[in-house]
């Protein structure tokens, strides 16, 4: 299958945005993957843990989801069908950004939970899912339905 310029430019565009998510999704994977060894991570209460463990699930989710599509791309050189190629990563980018805002709301959650007691952390997590429920997903949506872009 021929490729045009619009075809590459549209590849190396996704795989400059990978370049953008990616170190977000390896971040708070980071963070996580040290919070069970901190000192007080023993006396968090069980539903603390829960949220932990699908924070960092999640996080881990995005980070695999975000890397594929470059590990892919690599082992499937030269490419036969770029078109096919881009539709399937383009799922697993969203799919790493719907895994990614998930646990960004949760890692809010978790974090100011302890600085601001639950209750106030539970509307800061909500408010940061209203956030990127807008920008990331809402936004971007309505702009191409209009036409604008």
Request: aromatic share 8%.
């Amino acid at each position: 299958m021929a490729t045009t310029d619009e075809d590459d430019g549209d590849l190396s565009d996704m795989l400059g945005e990978l370049r953008v998510l990616l170190p977000n999704a390896q971040l708070l994977s980071a963070f996580l993957i040290t919070v069970p060894f901190a000192p007080g991570f023993a006396g968090v209460v069980a539903v603390e843990k829960h949220v932990f463990l699908a924070t960092f699930v999640l996080s881990v989710a995005a980070l695999v989801l975000f890397s594929a599509p470059a590990v892919q791309h690599r082992l499937m050189r030269p490419l036969s069908n770029r078109t096919r190629f881009k539709h399937i990563a383009t799922r697993q980018i969203l799919a790493g950004a719907g895994a990614l805002s998930l646990a960004l709301v949760l890692a809010s959650q978790l974090v100011l939970s302890s600085v601001l007691g639950h209750t106030l952390a539970n509307l800061v997590a909500g408010f940061v899912a209203v956030l990127i429920l807008a920008l990331w997903w809402v936004l971007p949506n309505a702009w191409r339905a209009s036409g604008r872009f």
